[in-house]
């Protein structure tokens, strides 16, 4: 099936006389006929006993949104961070590091500098733009994974995802790319090389700013019997000796994950937000569509603006990114656009204060416009040479780009202009 077709059909097929849409099953626990039973999904999880790591709804989601990316199986969470987080500590114990791109969200230099630290995970963030041989010069003994952002956010920088793999392959490690911005209908990292990719589905594939989740792909490409994973190829003492490679085969990162770190953490989504998650990945394909339309007239009147220093949008021609988007993001790259206001942050709050159907909101990826400056808040907590590597000016505006009409759009932005 077509993208388009899978985003109404993946993951829940009702049989004669159910449902036809993807009902929300809601409780916490299940009922079995035996002990035997029960006893058998703690050694063989293949159906929900519990919904702190499973349940039929969410667990509908996930097939689809696995079959989307083209991967073997997918584990919602909570929220984006915790995808992230979980991706990581699925690979990385106390002692170990692993490499990340600078130029990624605030919120998660935060959890890997400063978080993840606390853990005794070192992350060593790298230039994006670096050369193999400097990333090569980046690797230690214990590196354990590298990561990187397919769309940064919100510096926009387009990732050379086949790059990163090479490299990361070479130190026999798994590339895990976070694909939230433009979602697997604008780029599908596993056909670039990517082993695991992660999703903020409280973006895009929600598009409604209804619910808070995450989730992980797993491709099932990586081999992890390579001999740098023993957590996978020898028995987990946690659950019955388990051994994850010799009993899940391809399926092993995505298992262990939920067997070892979900069933501990318990950052599992309600099925009411896997609900809602489905109902915005119905219409995925049409919206992205729209978003990348309206979003590049938008760059073009702000790149034509005397007021606006730069405009970052790949698909924009001229921009750095733009001859790499056309081999990652060839059908366009998302409804996000960052600008620099001439002025620097008095000019940028000024403007964006003076928009009246864009709203200033701590989201982005709606199907309402949206803006945010970023420096005062999603990477407020960082240094100024955080900011700096993160791509990070302070006159910088991420504007999100929604669904209204285009025209309506730019009224609004050449009003607010008007007062700067």
């Not at 209204?404 to 759009?409: A, G, Q, R, S």
């Amino acid at each position: 099936m077509k993208d388009e077709t899978k985003c109404l059909h993946s993951g829940y097929s009702p049989k004669n006389g159910e449902p036809a849409v993807m009902p929300i099953v809601q409780s916490t626990t299940y009922r079995f006929d035996t002990t035997e039973r029960i006893g058998e999904l703690f050694d063989m999880p293949t159906a929900p006993m519990y919904s702190r790591f499973a349940n039929p709804t969410v667990d509908a989601v996930e097939q689809k949104i696995a079959d989307l990316e083209g991967g073997v199986g997918a584990m919602c969470t909570s929220s984006g961070q915790a995808a992230s987080l979980l991706s990581i500590l699925n690979l990385c114990k106390a002692g170990d590091s692993f490499i990340s791109t600078s130029t990624i969200y605030g919120g998660t230099v935060n959890l890997f500098a400063v978080t993840l630290k606390r853990f005794g995970i070192e992350c060593i963030f790298v230039d994006a733009e670096a050369s193999e041989e400097e990333l090569d010069q980046a690797f230690k003994e214990n590196t354990r994974a590298v990561f990187g952002e397919t769309l940064a956010n919100p510096a926009l920088a387009v990732l050379d995802i086949e790059k990163f793999a090479k490299v990361a392959h070479k130190h026999k490690v798994p590339l895990i790319i976070d694909n939230t911005f433009a979602t697997p209908i604008l780029c599908k990292p596993f056909e670039f090389g990517a082993d695991i990719v992660v999703h903020s589905t409280s973006k895009y594939m929600d598009g409604h700013a209804l619910q808070v989740g995450g989730v992980i792909v797993d491709s099932g490409n990586f081999d992890w019997t390579n001999g740098n994973f023993p957590e996978f190829t020898e028995p987990d003492d946690s659950y019955h000796g388990v051994i994850y490679t010799r009993d899940f085969g391809k399926m092993a990162y995505i298992i262990k994950a939920r067997m070892q770190l979900m069933r501990d953490f318990g950052c599992f989504p309600a099925a009411h937000s896997a609900f809602l998650l489905n109902l915005g990945l119905e219409t995925l394909p049409v919206r992205m569509k729209q978003y990348c339309e309206n979003a590049l007239k938008v760059a073009k009147f702000f790149k034509a603006s005397d007021k606006i220093e730069e405009v970052h949008y790949a698909a924009l021609e001229g921009d750095k990114y733009y001859e790499r988007a056309k081999k990652y993001l060839p059908n366009g790259t998302c409804g996000v656009i960052t600008i620099v206001i001439k002025g620097g942050k008095a000019n940028a709050v000024k403007f964006m204060d003076g928009l009246k159907l864009a709203s200033n909101e701590v989201h982005v990826a709606d199907i309402r416009t949206c803006v945010l400056h970023p420096a005062s808040a999603t990477h407020r907590q960082l240094t100024e040479e955080q900011l700096v590597a993160c791509g990070i000016n302070p006159g910088m505006i991420r504007f999100s780009v929604g669904l209204e009409n285009v025209d309506d759009i730019l009224a609004d932005i050449k009003q607010s202009l008007d007062l700067v």
